[in-house]
């Protein structure tokens, strides 16, 4: 069973930092595309930021430059580095599995739970 568990959402001021975790089981992790996806009430899920299995990334043009994808294949996990926040980036965060790196939520086969992350101006 694939379990995604998402961690290190909060409350921060503009202008802060936040590095959000994710924690994944039941998969063979070193061979999936992982990527960041963020929603906001009434607005589809949006791509953030994304990693491929041989650490290719790729970043949403509102975060280039503030944000930045990580993975530790030898714990499973996958980490969004977040500075310089705004209000804009205000939105529960979700971690996501997938065979290839891509920019659609579709393209994904696994989720996680969502972390919310809530930025003050």
């Known amino acids: 069973q694939v379990q995604l568990v998402e961690s290190g959402g909060g409350l921060v001021q503009a202008g802060g930092s936040l590095r959000l975790s994710c924690a994944a089981s039941?998969?063979?992790?070193?061979?999936?595309?992982l990527g960041w996806f963020r929603q906001t009430p009434g607005k589809e899920r949006e791509f953030v930021a994304g990693i491929s299995w041989s650490r290719s990334t790729a970043y949403a043009d509102s975060v280039k430059g503030r944000f930045t994808i990580s993975r530790d294949n030898a714990n499973n996990a996958v980490y969004l580095q977040m500075n310089s926040l705004k209000p804009e980036d205000t939105a529960v965060y979700y971690c996501?599995?997938?065979?290839?790196?891509?920019?659609?939520?579709?393209?994904?086969?696994?989720w996680g739970q969502g972390t919310q992350v809530t930025v003050s101006s």
């Open positions: 996501a599995v997938g065979s290839t790196l891509r920019k659609y939520a579709d393209e994904y086969s696994y």
């Open positions: 039941g998969i063979t992790f070193r061979v999936y595309a």
